[in-house]
């Protein structure tokens, strides 16, 4: 396989940046350390952060993909690099929900912790300047970022992701709460895309509740890097990789 040439970089974002390479099919992306919360109004960094989401999401990329989710991911480079397809990001974030917790218990007052009757699949538009206002799948059929045909598959990958994700946080000790996903067009071929990690999901410890998440940040519950690192080593465990 062709060794990928870093060249320019096309985008930065809050805690990845992404490059060319010398094929315009494949970029590299890069995982900071740096962290945001609130849109981006609380900043700070957590060291080692992008090394543990790179290595997690590169363990989790290959494991949907086996469990038949098409996804962006070709392989892990380096320890914050991975390869990727290049793709038109949707500018959706996709939020599945098991459990309530964060702007859903705050927004309908439903108390965190609730378990749901069946996952909610909800859908924000990704715009920090208007605070991801929530859209429905009419939205954005109406407003053509997806057509009606690629917002079911995303939905179904959504619901898919939820389901095997589950199984395996379970596995590791872990309560899936709820989560983020990005999905982005290869060829109008929907793909699962940025990245699955603590920062991307609410993981709470299946026994006691503790918060093993970005929550930790956002709430300034200290030792977020340990925490991380706990759950990468208890999913590696989980996937005995
Ligand atoms: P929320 O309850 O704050 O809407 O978050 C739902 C899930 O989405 C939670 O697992 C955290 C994740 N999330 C992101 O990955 N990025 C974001 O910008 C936000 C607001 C939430």
Redesign the pocket.
């Known amino acids: 396989m062709l060794t990928p040439e870093k060249k320019e970089m096309l985008y930065e974002g809050k805690a990845k940046q992404v490059y060319a390479t010398q094929d315009p099919s494949t970029v590299i992306v890069y995982f900071k350390d740096d962290a945001t919360a609130f849109?981006g109004k609380k900043k700070s960094q957590i060291h080692g952060k992008g090394i543990i989401n790179n290595t997690l999401s590169s363990l989790l990329y290959p494991y949907l993909e086996e469990k038949g989710v098409k996804t962006h991911f070709l392989r892990q480079l380096s320890d914050r690099e991975m390869l990727v397809y290049a793709v038109d990001i949707i500018p959706l974030?996709v939020?599945v929900?098991n459990v309530a917790?964060?702007?859903?218990?705050r927004n309908m007052g439903i108390e965190e912790g609730k378990i749901m009757k069946k996952p909610i699949v909800e859908y924000?538009f990704k715009k920090d300047e208007l605070g991801?206002p929530m859209v429905s799948e009419d939205h954005i059929i109406a407003l053509e970022w997806a057509t009606e045909e690629q917002v079911s598959s995303i939905r179904a990958a959504a619901l898919k992701v939820n389901q095997v994700l589950v199984e395996l946080m379970e596995k590791a000790g872990l309560t899936l709460?709820?989560?983020?996903l990005e999905f982005g067009l290869k060829e109008a071929e929907v793909l699962l895309a940025d990245e699955i990690s603590p920062?991307?999901?609410?993981l709470w410890d299946i026994k006691t509740g503790e918060v093993m998440?970005?929550d930790r940040f956002r709430k300034d519950l200290g030792q977020v890097a340990e925490h991380y690192q706990e759950v990468l080593d208890r999913v590696k465990k989980a996937l005995n990789a």
């Open positions: 849109n974030e939020i929900r917790a964060g702007s859903m218990a924000s991801d709460v709820d989560f983020k920062d991307t999901c609410r998440d970005k």
